[in-house]
């Protein structure tokens, strides 16, 4: 019976990103010149799994390109080869270019091929170069438990259940082949008669002799992933003449031996999945053990209540009351233990900045440290996957604008070396990001009459320091003096802050000149579940989002003001507000409340804008599960979704920043 590989495809993918991902910080992390050889082994053992999935499924192109990176980490970790800043980038970017390739795998699509073939060349000109005073000859070490001079007796003799994790012995011994030449003796004693064959077992064992001046470790290296599944024992041979085997033959020793389907890279907390768009989530058991204990609770309750149903008598309505508040309990608690198995730590997208920080200030000449705190903090997949791009434009702005140039912070009194905070936490049911950086702050002064010059503010405008901030999320604001690879385009802060409100956030900036910055981003932790105030209009219910929400008032008439050609505002507090009459946006001709007097308006704020929403009533504030209209029906303007109520009836949520841009069409 023949195994489609295929439907382990997506396992290896995923697990391959994370291991692209553990290379990319250890390589990062790795202390130029003699580094720490676990810290080497770890990104080695990322580059084995992924070269041994990428041989079983057939994607040899990876396996070939991993299988030059690992002959370069082997070097190092075999201390033939210091750990050089040349060395190091030329494996940072060979893993960009895996990743590349991993990706056209899952899309089926092609490769950049010229790019795969440059970076291989530069590759090998570095395995080419002397290997300077790290090299350690191979004569040094005479103990045959390293090298046997002339060859070694190999006996292999897997576990009957070996080849069920993907193990595949004969690939093992191909593998032993490439280090020199073997012989081979089969052992069939075990073989029962055909009726009792088990086909995924194995019932084999074997002798081979392996000849060649070949270290123990580099055998060693090919059982790596089966040491555990077999018996194993290595003789040297010591009467026959050597056959020396070159340094580069060593190196190809490491092979594939074990199938990506079963690989387990040590991925730990500080992990990204490449692949955003991931259909599968990797959940801790604790989490699933507290799903597991609230279903119990919920059956118990359950139970209950049909043994009450069974013989109901207006006596046991106490009772019957008690099950049904247990039953509110335990569906909540439920609801929070599944939402909790889709939140992830923020790490996810944390985990992308120490390389694009050391990337860009090598490329702008700037000294720049990046401090994360908070990286375990958790947030909705759904969030991780959307956050991204804004969290980039925001650090990038930092490197960019924020950091000056060394010379520059030393002749302003700084450091030269610049840093750049990340930080993510949780405060009152939101997760809060900042970035902070202690570059030269915004300038009010260049900013306010660049927004003069391109007529945002009328001359001699009178603004606080905290408006004029504000002005840098205008839509092609920038005060880049040039145009640069990173930014000056002034299509960023306003395309982070709209993102950032189509997740039902908000970005604030706080800035002082000569001091640093300070973005923080305000996010719900969910995408799933939404804390709602529940109105009236008419006959329809909607639901306003809690953190959109001012607050609510009743207004008399003295308060209402009309613009001629602007509508309807009124004065809270010393500021005229715009009003927004949900019965006119959506077309509900029976509302109840016709003149402003008789009905409520609920004050709401998109993008530092406030407005008043006029609605017939208030009914409540509750949680409701979000529903897609996209996915179910199709995009309706001002609504970003639906929920359905305890009485089965539709909700419409309402789209703050979209109704409010509704509005000016009304």
Not at 63 to 83: I, K, N, P
Not at 314 to 341: A, F, Y
Not at 470 to 495: N, P, Y
């Amino acid at each position: 019976m023949s195994v489609d590989l295929e439907q382990f495809h997506q396992v290896f993918f995923e697990e391959s990103f994370e291991g692209l991902d553990i290379m990319e910080t250890g390589l990062m992390e790795l202390d130029l010149g003699a580094a720490n050889s676990e810290d080497i082994n770890t990104i080695f053992r990322a580059a084995h799994s992924i070269k041994g999935g990428s041989g079983t499924f057939g994607f040899q192109g990876i396996a070939d390109f991993t299988h030059v990176m690992e002959t370069l980490l082997d070097e190092m970790r075999d201390g033939r080869r210091q750990v050089t800043r040349e060395a190091v980038d030329s494996l940072l970017k060979s893993v960009d270019i895996l990743r590349m390739m991993m990706n056209c795998e899952q899309d089926k699509s092609d490769p950049d091929t010229d790019t795969i073939k440059r970076q291989l060349t530069e590759l090998e000109a570095i395995l080419g170069t002397s290997s300077g005073g790290g090299e350690v000859a191979a004569e040094t070490t005479s103990s045959s438990s390293t090298s046997s001079g002339a060859g070694w007796n190999i006996v292999f003799e897997p576990d009957a259940n070996m080849m069920l994790t993907g193990n595949d012995p004969l690939r093992i011994i191909r593998e032993l082949a490439e280090l020199g030449e073997i012989e081979v003796n089969t052992h069939q004693e075990k073989l029962p008669v055909f009726s009792a064959l088990e086909p995924e077992n194995c019932y084999l064992s074997w002798d081979i002799i392996l000849h060649g001046d070949i270290a123990e470790s580099v055998i060693k290296d090919v059982f790596l992933w089966v040491e555990d599944e077999c018996k194993l024992t290595l003789t040297p041979i010591v009467n026959e003449s050597a056959q020396p085997v070159a340094e580069e033959a060593k190196s190809e020793a490491t092979q594939p031996v074990k199938a990506a389907a079963t690989t387990k890279a040590p991925a730990g907390d500080n992990k990204k999945a490449a692949n955003a768009g991931s259909s599968s989530i990797r959940v801790s058991i604790d989490k699933i053990d507290d799903l597991i204990n609230m279903v119990g609770e919920l059956v118990i309750t359950q139970s209950m209540l049909s043994l009450l149903g069974e013989d109901f008598t207006m006596e046991n309505l106490e009772k019957l009351q008690d099950g049904l508040g247990q039953l509110e309990r335990h569906t909540r608690e439920m609801q929070e233990s599944v939402m909790m198995i889709r939140m992830l730590p923020i790490s996810f997208s944390f985990s992308r900045f120490p390389r694009l920080v050391r990337d860009l200030s090598t490329q702008m000449g700037k000294k720049i440290d990046l401090v994360m705190s908070g990286e375990n903090t958790e947030i909705d997949k759904t969030l991780i996957e959307k956050i991204g791009d804004p969290l980039v434009h925001l650090v990038r702005n930092s490197l960019d604008h924020g950091i000056e140039m060394p010379a520059d912070r030393i002749a302003a009194g700084k450091n030269e070396t610049g840093t750049i905070n990340l930080n993510a936490y949780h405060k009152g049911g939101n997760i809060v990001i900042e970035i902070t950086d202690d570059g030269k702050g915004i300038d009010p002064d260049a900013v306010l009459n660049k927004a003069i010059e391109k007529g945002l503010v009328p001359p001699g405008a009178n603004l606080s320091n905290q408006q004029i901030n504000e002005l840098i999320f205008q839509a092609g604001f920038s005060t880049a003096k040039e145009i640069t690879d990173v930014s000056g385009r002034g299509v960023g802060m306003d395309v982070v802050r709209k993102n950032i409100a189509s997740l039902g956030g908000a970005v604030e900036i706080q800035s002082e000149f000569g001091k640093g910055s300070t973005f923080t981003i305000r996010l719900p932790l969910t995408l799933a579940i939404l804390d709602g105030q529940t109105v009236i209009v008419g006959d329809e219910i909607y639901i306003i989002p809690l953190v959109s929400i001012v607050e609510s008032i009743q207004i008399n008439s003295d308060m209402i003001n009309k613009v001629a050609g602007k509508g309807e505002t009124f004065k809270l507090r010393d500021e005229y507000i715009p009003i927004v009459r949900l019965s006119s946006v959506f077309g509900i001709e029976n509302a109840k409340a016709k003149e402003l007097e008789d009905g409520l308006l609920v004050v709401v704020e998109a993008d530092r804008k406030p407005c008043g929403l006029f609605i017939d009533d208030l009914l409540g504030q509750q949680q409701v599960v979000i529903k897609s209209l996209e996915q179910n029906y199709h995009r309706v303007d001002g609504v970003s979704g639906a929920t359905i109520l305890g009485d089965g009836s539709v909700a419409l949520i309402l789209d703050i920043p979209g109704l409010l841009r509704m509005s000016v069409k009304h």
